[in-house]
T-cell receptor, first 110, second 112 residues
């Protein structure tokens, strides 16, 4: 059974810092990995999707990497801003099913 | 595109009542997913459909839960009878083939 773990559970940093969120998964037989953002009381917004054949994806200040063999992914956020404060969820897809981590609650302090 | 649409956004009901949650997927998407999110268990997949056919309902917690997709543009998740432990946020998502899933805003269900 696939299990997804995100570390740390919560992170608080001052504005402007670069930061890394971590995601690990137990079964490397995945089709893709998605990073989502969830604001309090809101739905999920897809940030990046990395296919199993890819090593990384970039969107603006966000960069996600995937090391399928070691079961790890990282989400790098450059020059963090208060608007980046949210919960970030990692999800791996095997067949059609997405299995989610518990998320990292990120707070960017002005 | 309007994205995935869910209704109602909030539902408060008494234990024992029937609850019906609704979802309209993104036009042209052939997969539809129902998830439940709680503080204790995080996000869990309940059931998903492909071309209106239920493919995997192994995440449905018990027989009180049922889901239907009568056509490509509409799905329902029904709980009958509802219990306080069903209180959660229920999300619907859709995708084209097996690619990126797009989530709706969710329905916050409170059962008293």
């Amino acid at each position: 059974k696939q299990e997804v773990t995100q570390i740390p559970a919560a992170l608080s940093v001052p504005e402007g810092e670069n930061l890394v969120l971590n995601c690990s998964f137990t079964d490397s037989a995945i089709y893709n990995l998605q990073w989502f953002r969830q604001d309090p009381g809101k739905g999920l917004t897809s940030l990046l999707l990395i296919q199993s054949s890819q090593r990384e994806q970039t969107s603006g200040r966000l960069n996600a990497s995937l090391d399928k063999s070691s079961g790890r992914s990282t989400l790098y956020i450059a020059a963090s801003q208060p608007g980046d404060s949210a919960t970030y969820l990692c999800a791996v897809q095997g067949a059609q099913k997405l299995v989610f981590g518990q998320g990292t609650r990120l707070t960017i302090n002005p | 595109d309007a994205g995935v649409i869910q209704s109602p956004r909030h539902e408060v009901t008494e234990m024992g009542q029937e609850v019906t949650l609704r979802c309209k997927p993104i036009s042209g998407h052939d997969y539809l997913f129902w998830y439940r999110q709680t503080m204790m268990r995080g996000l869990e997949l309940l059931i998903y459909f492909n071309n209106n056919v239920p493919i995997d309902d192994s995440g449905m917690p018990e027989d009180r839960f049922s889901a239907k997709m009568p056509n490509a543009s509409f799905s329902t998740l029904k709980i009958q009878p509802s219990e306080p432990r069903d209180s959660a946020v229920y999300f619907c998502a859709s995708s084209l083939l097996s690619y990126e899933q797009y989530f709706g805003p969710g329905t916050r269900l409170t059962v008293t």
